[in-house]
């Protein structure tokens, strides 16, 4: 297994480690939060994932008109 740098924090490199249980991760990738105080937060799209999506919303929005 990769040693932390001095930081606490791993090198930036793929590290794979093989679990006597595996267990199920769920990766989200988000934009914009809502906290529980109703604040919305913005975050930058670095994956750039947000253009696609309103495209598709705008499709599906045309399509619903006609």
Same mark, same amino acid.
């Given at each position: 297994? =990769?040693?932390?740098? %001095?930081?606490? %924090?791993?090198?930036? $490199?793929?590290?794979?480690?093989?679990?006597?249980?595996?267990?199920?991760?769920?990766?989200?990738? =988000?934009?914009?939060?809502?906290? $529980?105080?109703?604040?919305?937060?913005?975050?930058?799209?670095?994956? %750039?994932?947000?253009?696609?999506?309103?495209?598709?919303?705008?499709? %599906?929005?045309?399509?619903?008109?006609?």
């Amino acid at each position: 297994m =990769s040693k932390q740098n %001095r930081d606490g %924090r791993f090198p930036d $490199k793929t590290v794979r480690l093989r679990l006597a249980n595996p267990i199920p991760v769920l990766i989200l990738y =988000s934009t914009a939060v809502v906290t $529980k105080d109703g604040i919305v937060h913005f975050f930058e799209d670095v994956y %750039r994932h947000d253009r696609a999506l309103e495209r598709g919303a705008l499709d %599906r929005v045309e399509g619903e008109r006609t």
